[in-house]
């Protein structure tokens, strides 16, 4: 049984879920009219979903400096999360930092799900 990993899914995957933490953050920042975190979140968010596009799906081909500089691009995003989760009591910040983490909104439910697995074929 050969066991395949989709990069190109998984990457998809955590290009959502930054999308998804980046909306939601921002909806709710917006309409507590806290516009500076609002605009720092969409800003945050939407570079490190974008940059996250530009690199390679397969981790093997992104550079060490690629690594770190969007490392650094999470870290800026989750922090501008949790100063929101400081603001709003109600808001459980998801983890950026480790995709493999599952994203639940306030309304409840999962978006995506917590990793690619494998598929036997």
């Known amino acids: ?28 920042a917006f309409n507590a009219q806290n516009f500076r975190l609002a605009a720092r979140i969409v800003n945050s968010g939407l570079l490190a979903e974008h940059y996250r596009s530009l690199l390679d799906a397969d981790p093997a081909n992104i550079t060490p400096q690629q690594s770190s500089t969007y490392s650094d691009l999470k870290q800026t995003f989750q922090a501008t999360l949790d100063e929101l989760a400081a603001f709003d009591t109600s808001y459980n910040a998801p983890l950026v930092g480790d995709h493999h983490v599952p994203y639940e909104p306030a309304g409840g439910g999962v978006y995506g799900g917590a990793t690619t697995e494998p598929t036997p074929q």
Do not use: P, S, V, Y
């Not at 899914?9 to 909806?27: H, N, S």
């Open 1 to 28: 049984m050969t066991m395949i990993f989709d990069f190109l899914l998984e990457k998809a995957r955590e290009f959502t879920l930054i999308e998804d933490a980046t909306l939601d953050g921002w909806l709710r």
